[in-house]
């Protein structure tokens, strides 16, 4: 089992950057593949980037590919989700997820495959 806490968010205005991070503890971190989602108020939670347990795949939502990097660094078990030139439209809660089952280069693209969830870190990008 892992727990996940998020951190890094915050209020910035559009084309400002910010650095997301997800701290996993409890279980060996190179087990899971990491994503991350995120949810709207009143919409339904979705994808955002995911990186495969060896770190060499990454997959990025069209919304943000190309302005969005994310990391891993499996020494420090974290995941870092770079956003750089912002937008009002990635308004929303961050959130960082585990995937137990993945294979050493595969990732996960969808909500159920992921078994373990943080709390949430609210990004607000204002106009």
């Known amino acids: 089992q892992v727990q996940l806490v998020e951190s890094g968010g915050g209020l910035v205005q559009a084309g400002d950057s910010l650095r997301l991070s997800c701290a996993a503890s409890?279980?060996?971190?190179?087990?899971?593949?990491m994503g991350w989602f995120r949810q709207a108020p009143g919409k339904e939670r979705e994808f955002v980037a995911a990186?495969?347990?060896?770190?060499?795949?990454?997959y990025y939502a069209d919304s943000v590919r190309g302005r969005f990097t994310l990391s891993r660094d499996d020494a420090k078990n974290t995941v870092t989700l770079q956003m750089n030139s912002l937008k009002p439209e990635d308004t929303a809660v961050y959130y960082c997820?585990?995937?137990?089952?993945?294979?050493?280069?595969?990732?996960?693209?969808?909500?159920?495959?992921?078994?373990?969830w943080g709390q949430g870190t609210q990004v607000t990008v204002s106009s």
């Open positions: 990186i495969s347990r060896s770190g060499d795949n990454i």
């Open positions: 409890g279980s060996a971190f190179s087990r899971y593949a």
């Open positions: 997820a585990a995937d137990s089952t993945a294979l050493w280069n595969s990732y996960a693209i969808q909500r159920r495959q992921y078994d373990y």
